[in-house]
């Protein structure tokens, strides 16, 4: 699965990131079996050989432990607090928010458990990277005081096939009293990887009706326009649709490499904002972007590799192209739902 | 590895159908072992038929990465566990609690014709599918 390393020459990039706005994530099921939603931003580049992979995690309240897991393409060689304005600067940039007319007010481990390669703190959310297969990682999560909720099993079998890493986000319930409902705290991680596929199906999981809307904004920046498996749907459709496919201004640039640990950032790149709205249970799908570097988009990394049981996904064709240099990953957020286990008592850090 | 399971999980099925008793010639009085696997939250298989009097003992193999119940009762019975708070089951005929990647056995005799259900009532697990249905004939 895994693939030679770009060359640094051909120094591409790919930014994908998931907006607060609209990312609304996999349920988290608290003691009391009520459902939180958690909302979380995300942005990864790829650069140089290295992924540069930005996100935040919104403080929910309550004082309940939970979390969440998010499939990554590698292993971060590090994770620190990532910057304050990234990721709101580039929903700024595709999603301005409408004038305000005149006169308008303002304001407003145990055994079988997965290996944890990497562990930090930041601001009261622990960040545990971990490797292993699915089974690995609910056994992890169990220990852990959590467990996944019905569907993870197969979400977790169909990215496990991929990569075997994954990122778990806790709050810390005692270090996080002064927080707010709503606090987000963006995270930073390089993750060395040429693997280009962009996790999406596991924004799905968690959701126990299948009609219930998946909704999130999806940023690639490129050094030219991307081709997408699968293709997608028109600016204002239903689905995955093409909302912004175009050269990144400079400013853009500009302030985004201003960011905390952003200036690998290089001087040009496309940007193309691909919004995500769609019933839960057709969300069975990755996105694979294509590049002249790497080749692609591939259905596997779509679609992965179904058995051959019938059930398999139609495969659109690819979408508009063009002249990438070089691929970039983005994995992200996926999210599992850690929920605490019923019938068992809460563990603090 | 999916489609391995996969295939697993269908011998498995085709072993426990054919084990099944109901009307199939099995003998009152004696013990049959059925295996259930629990794969992707679902027993499989989710269907089962006895005859009235058959004990069978129910050798059930979770191969999720999460943990799982399988308890065996009426509508009622399946209720009382959805609001229970029990932690672990295992000690009634009919009640397992397995883990992570592990096998469980239990033993049921089926007394009284009428239909049963399996369930595993961990949170959002039943409404999620997690069931099955045990029917015995008389």
């Known amino acids: ?349 | 590895m999916n489609h391995r399971i996969a295939v697993a999980a269908l011998i498995a099925a085709l072993l426990s159908s054919s084990a099944c008793g109901s009307g199939d010639g099995t003998e009152p009085g004696t013990t049959q072992e059925v295996h259930v696997q629990l794969h992707n939250s679902r027993f499989v298989p989710d269907h089962f038929e006895f005859a009235v009097g058959t004990t069978v003992k129910f050798v059930v193999e979770n191969t999720d990465p999460i943990d799982h119940e399988f308890l065996i009762g009426d509508e009622a019975a399946q209720q009382a566990h959805e609001d229970g708070t029990e932690a672990h089951h295992g000690a009634k005929p009919g009640e397992l609690s397995i883990p992570i990647g592990e096998t469980r056995t239990t033993t049921y005799t089926f007394d009284e014709p009428g239909t049963l259900l399996i369930g595993c009532h961990l949170p959002t697990h039943y409404d999620y599918g997690m069931r099955g249905t045990i029917k015995i004939t008389g």
């Open chain 1, 1 to 349: 699965m895994k693939r030679t390393a770009t060359s640094p020459l051909l120094a591409v990039l790919m930014i994908l990131s998931v907006a607060a706005p609209a990312f609304a994530c996999a349920g988290l099921v608290a003691p009391n079996g009520s459902v939180r939603l958690l909302r979380t931003a995300t942005l990864a580049g790829y650069h140089d050989g290295v992924e540069h992979y930005v996100t935040s995690f919104q403080f929910q309240g309550g004082g309940a432990k939970f979390g969440s897991i998010v499939p990554l393409p590698g292993v971060p060689s590090r994770v620190t607090r990532g910057g304050d304005w990234t990721l709101q600067r580039l929903e700024i940039e595709t999603q301005p928010p409408p004038p305000v007319p005149l006169g308008a007010s303002g304001g407003s481990g145990s055994r079988d458990s997965a290996k944890e390669l990497y562990e930090t703190e930041i601001d009261g959310l622990l960040i545990t990277i971990l490797k292993g297969g699915s089974r690995a990682v609910g056994q992890w999560a169990k220990d852990e005081g959590f467990a996944l909720t019905p569907d993870a099993p197969e979400v977790l079998r169909f990215y496990a096939q991929r990569s075997k890493i994954f990122m778990a986000a806790r709050f810390i319930p005692k270090k996080s009293q002064d927080k707010q409902v709503g606090d987000g705290i963006p995270i930073h991680l390089r993750i060395p990887t040429d693997n280009p596929w962009v996790p999406l199906r596991i924004l799905a999981l968690g959701k126990k009706d299948p009609r219930t809307d998946v909704t999130a904004d999806v940023y690639l920046l490129t050094h030219g326009e991307p081709t997408l498996l699968p293709a997608p749907e028109p600016a204002g459709n239903r689905g995955m649709s093409l909302e912004h496919n175009a050269d990144a201004s400079k400013d853009l640039l500009s302030d985004l490499r201003s960011d905390k640990g952003m200036k690998w950032i290089p001087a040009k790149m496309w940007l193309t904002y691909l919004r995500i709205d769609i019933n839960a249970g057709k969300l069975l799908f990755d996105l694979s972007v294509g590049t002249d570097a790497r080749g692609g988009p591939y259905e596997e990394e779509a679609y992965g590799a179904q058995p051959d049981d019938g059930s398999s996904q139609p495969t659109p064709s690819p979408s508009p192209t063009s002249s990438l240099l070089g691929l970039i990953l983005v994995p992200l957020f996926g999210f599992g739902a850690l929920r605490t286990i019923r019938k068992g008592s809460l563990r603090d850090r």
